[in-house]
């Protein structure tokens, strides 16, 4: 029997709409090229931060909400540990406007929240350092996400509830129609459903060349992992909360066992999902450990323990790009996570559906029709 809906791509987004299609009663077909939480994925990886502090951005506030608490559900159902909550820290400058609005809308968002000083970070987080100009916004409640187990778990769930998982390659669509009858695989696979969702992340460009090549831009980003010293539980997540510097593209958070992560959150040079090398070389090692020791002094002789290559799939702007296919109606393309999608996959997932019911409206955030084809970033 045909599938009801084809969602290609399992990563988190394709995770979740798979579930979401699934629990409404819809016969759902899972294809991915190289498998669930592959690390060629964007989605791939060990961890990603969980937020709701989005400047005056109340859209992803929101979603960012109602994430959280779909994965705390996943959690409960899957026993698996998927969320942990460390607190997540915003370090600004006293000029730093996005930092400022962040902070009032999540207030007015009912979302707990502490506008902290410089002496008041010190004295909670002794391991950091920080110059004599900077405050925080600290979130309690946020925290960090377990990125490979979560979306392995969202897949797990969606096939208890009955949805198929298919290992093959999509090729490029091809349609006669305003409607797509089927997609063809790599391997000869003609599979027919009555909607397709295109979830495949930095591969939408090859599967939809048309819509996504010039919409779409895919870069390398690098994450490091870096030991603490004997015994000292100050830099362990529960001790520690995930950071960001917004100003100085960088983040991190506490040791989970992986070690203290570190990454440049500045967009990188172009990458090929499918070819690149995704070895780091000494400068790079040596320029990320300039900026860890700026913030965390007490890890200036920490040894890398683990290093990781992954992407982004970004929009010009960082906003998602939900929405259907200009000339096809009876395809959806959900992608451009940006660097800050992970988070959202639930949301992602329930919006899609209600996208395909009929129940919701496209929001101009997300439309095709508002995405540009230059690069210029405006959510962090």
């Not at 979302?111 to 920080?130: G, K, M, Q, S």
């Not at 003609?190 to 048309?210: C, N, S, Y």
């Not at 090692?285 to 020791?293: H, K």
């Not at 982004?312 to 393309?333: L, Q, T």
């Amino acid at each position: 029997m045909s599938p009801d809906v084809v969602v290609v791509g399992a990563g988190v987004f394709g995770a979740w709409i798979a579930w979401h299609m699934q629990a409404s009663g819809r016969r759902t077909l899972i294809i991915d090229q190289y498998g669930v939480a592959t690390s060629r994925a964007s989605s791939g990886g060990e961890t990603r931060l969980t937020r709701a502090g989005y400047g005056r951005d109340v859209v992803y506030t929101r979603a960012a909400r109602t994430s959280l608490d779909a994965w705390r559900r996943l959690e409960r159902a899957t026993g698996a540990r998927l969320f942990e909550p460390t607190g997540v820290l915003t370090v600004a400058t006293t000029s730093d406007v996005q930092t400022e609005a962040t902070l009032t809308t999540l207030l007015s968002e009912g979302v707990p929240a502490e506008r902290l000083t410089r002496d008041e970070i010190l004295a909670r987080f002794d391991t950091f350092a920080l110059p004599e100009d900077v405050w925080g916004v600290f979130e309690p409640d946020a925290g960090v996400l377990h990125a490979r187990r979560g979306v392995e778990a969202a897949v797990a769930d969606a096939r208890r509830l009955g949805a198929e998982l298919m290992h093959d390659a999509v090729a490029p669509l091809e349609r006669e129609s305003s409607r797509l009858e089927a997609i063809a695989t790599a391997n000869g696979r003609r599979i027919p459903a009555g909607t397709f969702v295109l979830a495949a992340g930095p591969w939408l460009p090859t599967i939809v060349p048309d819509v996504m090549s010039s919409r779409l831009f895919v870069t390398r980003q690098e994450v490091f992992f870096f030991g603490a010293p004997r015994g000292d539980r100050r830099y362990a997540a529960a001790s520690l909360p995930a950071w960001i510097d917004f100003q100085g593209g960088v983040y991190g958070h506490g040791d989970l066992g992986r070690g203290v992560k570190i990454a440049i959150d500045r967009h990188g040079p172009p990458i090929d999902p499918d070819s690149a090398d995704r070895s780091v070389d000494a400068a790079a090692v040596d320029n990320v450990r300039r900026e860890l020791v700026q913030r965390l002094p007490g890890l200036a002789e920490a040894p890398v323990l683990e290093t990781r290559v992954c992407q982004y799939e970004n929009s010009a702007n960082g906003d998602f790009v939900i929405d259907r296919h200009p000339d096809c109606e009876n395809v959806w393309i959900a992608g451009g996570g940006s660097g800050h999608g992970f988070k959202h996959g639930p949301f992602v997932g329930d919006y899609v559906r209600q996208l395909i019911e009929g129940r919701a409206a496209v929001e101009p955030r997300f439309a095709l029709a508002t995405k540009g084809t230059q690069q210029s970033r405006a959510v962090y």
